[in-house]
């Protein structure tokens, strides 16, 4: 049994004490940021990404995706406590599990959420085990027109997932590939797009963009309207679920746990498609569909382990094919580079110990948070009342020292300045900034396979169709933009997110 | 800000606004990579996707304005002046301070001036996180994580 081999490895490198230590820290730093409204999981990755350079890369890692799947738990517990999801994963969970604390229900409600998620996490992360090497294997024949061709459909599978305009997300991803293009031209040697700024030869920093567009915009956003907080509905009696209610949250479990895992791995595809398709799923299937909103268990259950799957498989486009999902995974690709680690098929050969261990830590860091979660949420529950503006100078400090630490000089704070009004921008412009953020990372790699593939086909663009699984990727792409030019399937894909908007 | 007063209260505004950052982004784009050299498909130049791909920026742009214009209208929202500008001076005085007047004049920069962004705080309040987020930093950045920053000017 490899894979049980490979598990094994993956265990015995996860249970390291320093990699336990920043398993918890992680879990614990997202439960934090999931509890608190105001600062999402997207911008405390990017505000701690330099602070992750100090420690080995398997640690950091581990830690940044504590962070990322922590936060759904602790989305999870605002949502239903005070109607106040922490987390845009986590807004349908409030539409049934208020309900339920408002009847009294809040223990069994927290309950179903916490063990809902653990179940899904633990599924979606032995789906991980399972494809990913299937997946990894299959990609190491890829050659620089297959590179081409699944870049051009990821980002493009983006675009369709996200909320928004699509053309506004293509106008960002593009925005996006040419900041990723500032720097030293690696085939000629010449500056490309610097204005002349020697600090800019080396390309813009990953972080600083980060910092600005999330850390920065976000800050300055979330000062412009007044602080909104809910009130706990009642005090927590019962925690343990009655069994009417495991028997009707079962099934919307497993439901939740199937949709989450298959949409987290699609491209732009993650935490929060999954809950809105998984609470719009349980709605059609139930056979009391008016009980929803008024309370139905089912509204959390499915949700709640739709987007704990849908975060962990997320993962699997990021470690197997080197191309991250969205912005949460650009982030970790991040994290990778910043360490010397090219992600992509060649990291499971090369460092297995890196992607099991990875892979290992996230099944104990899911089982800590549900050991951690249930008995302290009252104390979660207290730092809601810690006001935003005691928070934020806090928040400025770690965006600031940490694009600074990245290369120990001030123009990358600057530059952050100048990133942070453009995100302000951007949001006042109702663009997405996470598109901009996959198409950076991306930018590269998109160019070099280009390169490469047009140089050896002398030019001609023949060599994405004669290549199978290049014209399988081109012909997807084509057929994702001819569908969203339908009109039934834009007003579909409108409509699947105004619940989401509103 | 400018673009209220020239769009006036007509069109998608938000739409207008992207089309705008678009045009310029994809202008600038185009010219600051004016003298790189194309190459051709077979032997790309380092100008041959930054300008494609600025040329496309500059389309979407004007593809969305023109969706601005005649799409329902939509408001921008409220633009705050107060958060924005004193964030964006509290940070940009930390990289100035940073690079010369070091760590503890430049934190104490950026926490009293940026904490001024929201007008509920108080005055002792911002004291307080001056020297607690001040003596946290130099022990967690500059001591603990080793961060390359001197502390004073000296």
Partial sequence: ?502 | MANRSELGRKGNQPDLLAGLIFIFIGALGLWAGRDLRMGNAAMMGPGYLPLIVSGLILLIGLAVTVMGLTRSSEPIGVFRLRPLLIILVAVAGFAYAAGSLGFVIATAWLIGVGSLADPETRLREIAASIVVLTVFGILVFIVGLGVQMQLGPF
């Fill in chain 1, 1 to 502: 049994m490899e894979l049980f081999d490979s598990l094994i490895l993956g265990f015995s490198t996860a249970v390291t004490p320093t990699n336990l230590l920043f398993c918890l820290i992680g879990a614990l730093l997202g439960t934090l940021i999931g509890v608190l409204p105001g600062i999402g999981p997207t911008a405390t990755l990017a505000i701690l990404l330099p602070i992750t350079f100090f420690l080995p890369p398997l640690a950091a890692l581990i830690m940044l995706a504590g962070i990322f799947y922590g936060a759904q738990y602790g989305g999870s517990t605002t949502a239903i406590l005070v109607n106040l999801p922490g987390e845009a994963s986590s807004v349908v969970t409030a539409l049934d599990g208020y309900q339920m604390a408002k009847q009294g229900r809040a223990g069994a409600a927290l309950a179903i959420a916490a063990l809902g998620s653990f179940f899904a996490g633990t599924v979606s992360t032995i789906g991980l085990a399972v494809a990913g090497p299937t997946l990894a294997s299959f990609a190491l024949d890829f050659g620089p027109a297959e590179y081409f061709s699944l870049t051009v459909f990821g980002l493009l599978c983006a675009t369709i997932l996200a909320s928004g305009s699509v053309i506004k997300a293509i106008g960002m991803i593009l925005i996006g590939l040419l900041l990723g293009w500032v720097g030293t031209d690696v085939n000629s040697g010449s500056e490309r797009l610097t204005f002349g700024a020697v600090e800019l030869f080396d390309g813009i920093e990953f972080v600083v963009i980060a910092v600005g567009l999330f850390g920065i915009a976000e800050i300055i956003v979330n000062l412009e309207s007044p602080e909104s907080r809910g009130l706990i509905a009642t005090k927590i009696t019962r925690l343990w679920p009655t069994r009417d209610d495991f028997r009707k949250a079962w099934p919307a479990v497993l439901r939740g746990t199937g949709l989450g895992t298959f949409l987290g791995i699609l491209p732009g595809g993650g935490a929060t498609l999954s809950a809105f398709s998984a609470y719009t799923l349980e709605k059609k299937v139930s056979r009391t569909p008016q009980e929803f909103g008024r309370g139905a268990i089912q509204g959390v259950a499915g949700p709640e382990a739709a987007n704990n799957a849908g975060a962990q498989s997320s993962f699997i486009p990021l470690l197997t094919l080197g191309i991250p999902s969205n912005a949460v995974m650009a982030m970790l690709l991040g994290a990778m580079t910043i360490h010397g680690i090219t992600p992509g098929p060649s990291v499971m050969q090369n460092q297995p110990d890196l992607f099991w261990g990875l892979i290992a830590s996230m099944w104990i860091g899911n089982l800590m948070l549900l050991v951690i979660n249930l008995p302290m949420i009252g104390l979660w529950v207290k730092l809601l009342t810690i006001p935003y503006r005691l928070l934020y100078p806090a928040i400025l400090l770690f965006c600031c020292v940490g694009v600074y630490s990245v290369s120990n000089r001030a123009f990358d704070v600057a530059l952050a300045v100048g990133f942070g009004f453009l995100g302000y921008l951007f949001r006042k412009a109702k663009c997405e900034p996470g598109p901009l953020l996959l198409g950076f990372v991306l930018g590269p790699l998109l160019e070099t396979n280009l390169r490469r593939a047009m140089l050896i086909s002398q030019g001609s663009p023949s060599v994405f169709i004669e290549r199978p699984i290049s014209l399988a990727l081109l012909i997807a792409s084509a057929a994702l933009f001819v569908l969203l030019l339908v009109p039934a399937i834009r007003k579909t894909r409108e409509e699947a997110f105004v619940e989401e908007e509103s």
